[in-house]
């Protein structure tokens, strides 16, 4: 099962980023080709029958299987950056964290009206970044068709800010 060799596979770094988090580290699973294509393997079963236009990868490890996925499944690959990393015209949002704001940018020409969209990150934790991504895609005229992550963290109940976009939340591994 997936989730078990998610489990398994995952470097838990205490105290980082600062003491008290329980860092989970995705790095040791990029070690394991085997296991990283079971991962986007087990991403597209669980979209299987649904219409998709493209992935949108949140900067920057949504980058990692964000791409493989959109590669195999063989739709674009839409990055989401920080503010000031793309260099055409783009659509930017700011959105609170828990301490302090963030900003995300698209290009405005990379996503299309009326497509079908899963916005792809590695980590769901209080989901303001998935929110975030949700919301620029929604303004470009797009719909969030899905969510996927690698992991979750639900007692940090950020799905429950994602329903709003779309109740199709995938995530192979749930702590």
């Known amino acids: 099962m997936i989730s078990q060799k998610i489990h398994t596979a995952i470097r838990e770094v205490p105290d980082f980023p ?27 079963e669980r979209l299987k029958g649904k219409q998709i236009d493209a992935i949108v990868g949140v900067e920057s490890r949504g980058f990692l299987f964000g791409f493989l996925l959109a590669n195999k499944m063989g739709i674009p690959f839409v990055p989401i950056r920080k503010v000031g990393k793309l260099p055409g015209e783009t659509l930017k949002f700011k959105y609170d964290l828990e301490y302090g704001s963030a900003e995300v940018e698209i290009h405005k020409s990379d996503i299309k009206k009326g497509w079908n969209v899963v916005v792809h990150d590695d980590l769901l934790a209080t989901g303001g970044t998935a929110c975030a991504a949700s919301a620029l895609i929604q303004k470009l005229g797009a719909n969030v068709s899905a969510f996927a992550f ?26």
């Open 18 to 44: 600062k003491p008290g988090i329980n860092f989970k580290d995705i790095t040791t699973l990029l070690l394991d080709p085997i296991l990283s294509n079971e991962i986007v393997d087990a991403f597209i």
């Open 150 to 175: 690698v992991l979750s963290l639900d007692y940090l109940k950020g799905n429950e800010r994602l329903e709003k976009y779309s109740k199709e939340i995938i995530s192979l591994k749930k702590y």
